[in-house]
């Protein structure tokens, strides 16, 4: 298709047109639209056994039922994109059985096992702070209709799940010192590791492609802020100490260090004056992390070893 | 000092009115003038995961009350919710919030088969709001 038509697309996107079909899209929009969805879609299914390895960990049989279905949502909402890729072209087979576990697209905090019950409910806090923010961006400013209306039933789940991290923290924090102490120290290690989930800064982000084409309607550093907005002020009002200040309740939330850093992921623990170029965290972004291969392969195993008991379904 | 007590007797008939009204036959009738308050004050716990009150939602069974000691009876849409210690949690805060309550007893019943029958009049314009039809 031609540049003058994918202009004219990018032009009627921004007025607030909205594309329906496979049949309205230029490549570039295709596969811009295909890059980002596979995103959303690999987030939702990774943090299915990221949470899961977590969940094994719940206090009690009401908790580990809270727990398990979350993970039930997130592969529900995991469905919800891949069932667009599919009608984007996209093998579904091929996206979640054939892949390789570095081709996967998702966040690399995923990456890093979630050893506790306290890190879960941090996780919960965090990381679906992280993907409500990202995914309600989408919602309110995307120019894909299916998507559009796919999420709304995304963004309700997600209120429990952030419901269920934030009421749990309380309730640690609130059962002791020792209790306050474990939650600070999950905060401690995850909350940067949060903060890094929103990708480059705008300054060194070049490619603006997928704001052009409103795939989605804010910049990184926009979404990041915005979800510090959210996160923050309820860490404080539990007595949660963050890395941050701001001057003025108005203004917006600084960060006390300079992104990126090195961190000692067998410590789980931020070298805070160890600054490192961004180019390095994209290295180790693309490398993937501890869990990558584990949970691809639990993901797969039904075409892997137990593909015998799965002949005839 | 008599206007004001038949002002107050006639808020509370008022108010088990407007709960009985609104609620399915079944609940209604466990509605009654010494609980009504517990049952009003109910309506600001609401359901994790959809913002419709447990009250209308269907999941408070009885209220008993004797002085200070409360007892609330209270089934849930599924054996699997998962967030039976949230509601729980819930409505013994929001009752013990009341100055001349002590002890909240809360009993999880099954008896109880919940059906969306259950849900009241305000509970299903407020699903409804919701993007959930009944």
Known sequence: MSTAVDTLLRQKVQEGSLVESIDEMTEGYKRELTHIVTVSGDTELL??????????????VNSMISALAII???????????????????????????????????????????????????????????????????????????????????????????????????????????????????????????????????DLKTHTTQLEYRMKGLTNDQLRAGWMDEVIPFCCSIGLKLPVHRNGDDSAWELE????????????????????????????????????????????????????????? | M???????????????????????????????????????????????????????????????RQEGYVEVDVTFTSTACPAVDFIKDDIRQCLLREPDVDTVQINETWEVNWSSARVSCHGRQEMRLYGITL
């Open chain 1, 72 to 202: 039930q949502d997130e592969l529900s909402h995991a469905h919800i994109a891949y069932r667009i890729l599919e009608e984007l072209g996209v093998d579904r087979d091929w996206l979640m059985y054939e892949r390789e576990p570095h081709e996967f697209r998702y966040p690399y905090a995923f990456d890093i096992p979630l050893d506790s019950w306290v890190e879960l409910c941090v996780a919960n806090a965090l990381y679906d702070q992280a993907g409500y923010t990202l995914l309600g961006d989408v919602f309110e400013h995307t120019s894909y209709g299916p998507w559009k209306r796919g999420l709304v039933k995304v963004s309700k789940e997600e209120t429990f799940h952030l419901l269920h991290g934030r009421r749990w923290m309380k309730k640690i924090v609130d059962s002791g010192d020792e209790g306050k102490q474990l939650v600070q120290q999950a905060m401690d290690w995850m909350f940067p590791l949060t903060v890094e989930w929103f990708g480059l800064p705008d």
């Open chain 1, 47 to 60: 943090s299915a056994p990221a949470y899961y390895y977590a969940a094994r960990k719940a206090p009690s």
């Open chain 1, 257 to 313: 260090y300079e992104l990126p850093l090195r961190f000692d992921a067998a410590e789980k623990r931020w070298l805070w004056d160890e600054h490192i170029g961004w180019d390095q965290v994209v290295k180790r972004w693309k490398a993937r992390g501890p869990r990558n291969e584990a949970m691809i392969e639990q993901i797969q195993r039904s075409r892997g070893d137990f593909s015998w008991m799965f002949k005839g379904l």
């Open chain 2, 2 to 64: 008599s206007d004001r007590l038949d002002a107050a007797a006639a808020r509370r008939a008022k108010l088990l009115q407007d709960l009985q009204r609104n609620q399915s036959a079944a609940i209604a009738r466990k509605i009654r003038p010494e609980t009504a308050g517990l049952w009003d004050l109910l309506r600001q716990v609401l359901d994790p995961e959809i913002p419709v009150s447990v009250v209308d939602l269907g999941l408070i069974c009885d209220i008993r």
